[in-house]
């Protein structure tokens, strides 16, 4: 006969919880322990304990069935967890999914943008050292891109693919495009024909300082202004610079001799390459960095391009002149 409702003195779960009085059996508190928990007593009705987490010290009320059953999990020592792995990428857990997925949250992101992610993802990016991107800035920035080609970003891609986009022209034509062929202004209008291959085009060299390192970029692009800007995940801190650029006819004519020079840098130099963890986090790029003293070797490589010399065709002869 259990009479009125005795409260345990302390929240568990964030309520106060009423007392039910019955026996705690041996291999109750057996369980308990060899599952990392102390079983403080018998709570609610007939079918619940409250468990004290080993962990985290924290109370939690448990159905005695999964303590004897299944591997009873603390929800504080995961909520320690997630907060941990959200402030290693720079975000916020600010509390539960507001649709309702038990696997989401809504997180705050550097930015002061909010929105709902995966907790094992953000886990996953925080035990990688991978930085966890906010959608809405994302939209933002490849608005800009578009923007900067003459093509307005609509939103996702008519085919099921994220590296895709759906895109207007400046002639009202609309289609897919990848994100990044946006980005350097590779794209073709099937609306109105205007093509980037026919476009005149840059080779540019920038310089840039990282935490551990200075590093070069040789690249091409319509327009080495816009892409020194939007490569830079922090221009105040990685201080980017455009050194030189190289006018060229088409745009064609530029990715077939910016792909060579990679190419003969890649051959000749392989030690100029700057490994991608040293970067990743501070660029929006993947690859073709060079580091700072690579800087004599390339600009006689840029010099012989203003001079005449195409490195896609002429290679070998060159190789040997050098
Ligand atoms: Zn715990
Ligand atoms: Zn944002
Ligand atoms: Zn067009």
Redesign the pocket.
Known sequence: MHSRKIMYPFPVDGALRPVFRGKQPAHWKAAAEAKGFALIGRAVDRLHVILGCKTCGTPTLKRISVVLGHNPECPHCIRIRRETAARTVGATLCGPDPDGHRHYGLYE?????RDRRQHTRVEAAAAGGHQLS?????H?RHAIEAGAQGWQLLGDADRPNKSYRRYEHLCGHQQDAAIANMRRGDIDCAGCGESWSSKPSKIYLMAFTLPETQVLKLGFSSNPEFRLRQVQENPKMTKGALLRETSVDTGHRAICIEKALHNHIATHRPDLIVPPELFQSHMRITSEIYHRHGKTYISALLDALASGWDPSVQQAAFVESI
Do not use: K, Q
Not at 109 to 113: A, D, E, R, T, V
Not at 134 to 138: G, H
């Open positions: 992101f550097i930015c002061g943008h906010c959608t809405i800035c994302l933002e």
